[in-house]
Nanobody, 126 residues
Framework: QAQLVESGGGLVQAGGSLRLSCAAS????????MGWFRQAPGKEREFVAA????????YYADSMKGRFTISRDNAKNTVYLQMNSLKPEDTAVYYC???????????????????WGQGTQVTVSS
């Protein structure tokens, strides 16, 4: 059964960095575009970034541009999210997801993804 497992979350001070990982198993996700979303308490799930199956194309939410970097290693079936200059408002549960569509309108919507991980908590203290 296909599975996505996030790791790398934790507690960090404002201005710090974290790198999240999303390991895929049960099937090969190298042909899937991958995305990261986040959800803060009381808020809707929010798009963060996406990367094409080859890794050649990426797309970011405006508020993450310049601070977050998405990448992937298909040989390891793993996607990463490097987060720098973290702010308290980045506090959320971060989820990775997989989709076989590369269309911006679909990539930025949680409904456009076929597989989801269980999430990893990121807490940024002020």
């Amino acid at each position: 059964q296909a599975q996505l497992v996030e790791s790398g979350g934790g507690l960090v001070q404002a201005g710090g960095s974290l790198r999240l990982s999303c390991a895929a198993s049960g099937r090969t996700f190298s042909s899937y575009a991958m995305g990261w979303f986040r959800q803060a308490p009381g808020k809707e799930r929010e798009f963060v970034a996406a990367i094409s199956w080859s890794g050649e194309s990426t797309y970011y939410a405006d508020s993450m541009k310049g601070r977050f970097t998405i990448s992937r290693d298909n040989a390891k079936n793993t996607v990463y999210l490097q987060m720098n200059s973290l702010k308290p408002e980045d506090t959320a549960v971060y989820y990775c997801a997989a989709t076989n569509v590369w269309t911006i309108r679909i990539l930025t919507s949680s409904g456009g993804y076929d597989y989801w991980g269980q999430g990893t908590q990121v807490t940024v203290s002020s």
